[in-house]
């Protein structure tokens, strides 16, 4: 982000976790980006004072499309079992929420996952969808994809979940994606 904005302007870097501040702290000082404040909270309690016109929602998931097989067919990342299942959507679901209303009206948010499950994705989109007056933007970049599913489990989703799109290695040579461009 601070490439495409030439360094300029203010980028506003959310890290919870204590662990990965120096990270954080230390890639943006071997990149040379000098146009970013970090912050510390948790992100579904970010403070409302601020708008921002563009956000980007990373949220913690589950990870599988990070998973790899070997030649012998066994998973050579192995998931960390930190949360229920269910833990995971509620927590997206809050920090999807929260994103939408930091945003200045008329203000783009994209939310990302490394994830391929429906519960975690298309179903997270979904309830923004209907608890927020947000729109689902088609994205144009020249990059393979598929469209985010209709429907999971017989629960059918807003047709313009099309516009979401799911990046799976076999298409792009890289680990899996989704992603969702939305509108306040």
Same mark, same amino acid.
């Given at each position: ?77 192995? @998931?960390? %079992?930190?949360?229920? +299942?269910?833990? !995971? #959507? ?5 920090? =999807?929420?929260?994103?939408? /209303? ?29 608890? @927020?007056? %947000?729109?689902?933007? +088609?994205?144009? !970049? #020249? ?5 985010? =599913?209709?429907?999971?489990? /017989? ?30």
């Amino acid at each position: 982000m601070a490439q495409l904005m030439h360094n300029q302007g203010m980028i506003v870097a959310n890290e919870p976790v204590r662990e990965r501040l120096c990270m954080l702290e230390s890639n943006l000082k071997r990149l040379g980006i000098s146009n970013t404040v970090i912050t510390r909270y948790l992100g579904q309690n970010f403070p409302l004072r601020c708008r921002f016109t563009r956000l980007l929602v990373d949220v913690p998931c589950s990870g599988e499309g990070n998973y790899r097989w070997d030649t012998q067919g066994r998973v050579r990342h192995a @998931r960390r %079992a930190v949360r229920t +299942p269910d833990d !995971l #959507p509620r927590l997206q679901r809050q920090l =999807l929420l929260r994103g939408f /209303d930091l945003l200045e009206p008329g203000g783009h948010l994209l939310y990302a996952t490394c994830t391929y499950n429906p519960a975690e994705n298309e179903a997270v989109v979904q309830a923004l969808l209907t608890q @927020r007056p %947000a729109t689902l933007q +088609p994205m144009t !970049l #020249p990059v393979p994809h598929s469209p985010g =599913l209709q429907g999971w489990k /017989d629960e059918p989703y807003d047709p313009s979940m099309s516009h979401c799109w799911r990046l799976y290695p076999h298409q792009t040579g890289s680990v899996g994606f989704f992603m969702a461009s939305i509108r306040a």
